[in-house]
C-alpha cells in the first residue's frame, strides 16, 4: 500500500503510543485517537511527525457511535482513506468478585472494550474493504491473557469483554478475508503501563511478575513490536491468529 493510514485508539499512552510511534517508523500516517489526555496525545503525534509521517490527533469515547463516525469522517478528510486500524482503547476496573459488581460497571466494560472495538471495526471495514471500493488494509484488536485466565476474584468482566475480542477477531477475520482486510489480535499478560493503576492496583505488575515464566513483566514496546508486525507486508499470510504476548504465562 501506498499510501498507509492507521488509526490507533487509545493511542495517548501505554501500549497505543508505543504502536502508534513504531508503525511511524514502518511509514504509516497515524491518526492518534484519546479520550481526555489531548496533551498526551500530541506528543505521541509529534513523535510520529520526528519520524518524518503525517499525524492527527482525534478525541472520541469509542462506545459513542456519534463520536466514532465524526472521528472516522475527519481521518477521511485530513489524512485519507484507512488502511489500518489498532482497537486499543480499552479499560478495566477495580479488583472485585462477580457478586460485588454492578450493572453500570459491567455496561462501561462491555461498551469500551467490546462495543468500541466493533463499531471501529466496522467503520474500517467500510473503508478498506474491495467490496466498498477500498485496497484492503489491517485490524489488530487487542485482546488479554485475561480471556484464557478468567482473572477469578479481579475482574472475570473484563476477562469475559476480552473473551469477546478473541471471538471477533476470528470471526471478522473470516467473514473479509476475501476482501482484502487481515483481522489478528494480541493478547499481552502483564505488561507495565498504567492502566493497572487506573484499576486501583498501581503495584500489580511487581505482585505479579514473579508468576511470569519469564520473570518479568512485559513492556509496551514488546507488545507494540507485535502490533506493528501484524500490521505489515510481512503478515500477509496471516489472518484471524490470536498472537500471546504474555512471557509464557
Known amino acids: 500500500m501506498t499510501n498507509k493510514v492507521l488509526l490507533v485508539t487509545g493511542g495517548s499512552r501505554g501500549i497505543g503510543a508505543a504502536a502508534a510511534l513504531q508503525a511511524a517508523t514502518r511509514g504509516w500516517d497515524v491518526a492518534v485517537n484519546y479520550a481526555r489526555d489531548a496533551e498526551?496525545?500530541?506528543?505521541?503525534?509529534?513523535?510520529?511527525?520526528?519520524?518524518?509521517?503525517?499525524?492527527l490527533t482525534v478525541a472520541a469515547d469509542v462506545a459513542d457511535e456519534a463520536a466514532v463516525l465524526a472521528m472516522f469522517g475527519r481521518i477521511d478528510r485530513e489524512l485519507g482513506r484507512l488502511t489500518g486500524l489498532v482497537n486499543n482503547a480499552g479499560?478495566?476496573?477495580?479488583?472485585?468478585?462477580?457478586?460485588?459488581?454492578?450493572v453500570a460497571r459491567w455496561r462501561r466494560m462491555f461498551d469500551?472494550?467490546?462495543?468500541?472495538?466493533?463499531?471501529?471495526?466496522?467503520e474500517a471495514v467500510r473503508r478498506m474493504s474491495t467490496r466498498h471500493g477500498g485496497a484492503g488494509g489491517a485490524i489488530v484488536n487487542l485482546g488479554s491473557a485475561a480471556a484464557r485466565l478468567g482473572s477469578p476474584a479481579q475482574y472475570v468482566d473484563y476477562a469475559a469483554a476480552k473473551?469477546?475480542?478473541?471471538?471477533?477477531?476470528?470471526?471478522?477475520a473470516r467473514e473479509v478475508a476475501a476482501e482484502g482486510?487481515?483481522?489478528?489480535?494480541?493478547?499481552?499478560?502483564?505488561?507495565?503501563?498504567d492502566i493497572h493503576a487506573s484499576g486501583g492496583q498501581p503495584d500489580r505488575v511487581r505482585q505479579l511478575a514473579p508468576l511470569v515464566p519469564m520473570q518479568r513483566a512485559g513492556t509496551a514496546d514488546e507488545v507494540a513490536a507485535a502490533i506493528v508486525w501484524l500490521l505489515s507486508d510481512e503478515a500477509s499470510y496471516t489472518t484471524g491468529a490470536v498472537l500471546d504476548s504474555t512471557g509464557g504465562r
Open 40 to 55: 498526551a496525545a500530541e506528543r505521541v503525534a509529534a513523535g510520529v511527525r520526528a519520524a518524518g509521517r503525517r499525524a
Open 91 to 102: 479499560v478495566v476496573d477495580v479488583a472485585a468478585r462477580l457478586d460485588q459488581m454492578d
Open 112 to 122: 469500551i472494550n467490546v462495543i468500541g472495538s466493533l463499531l471501529c471495526a466496522r
Open 163 to 172: 473473551g469477546a475480542i478473541d471471538t471477533f477477531t476470528l470471526g471478522l
Open 181 to 193: 482486510i487481515r483481522v489478528n489480535a494480541v493478547r499481552p499478560g502483564i505488561i507495565d503501563t
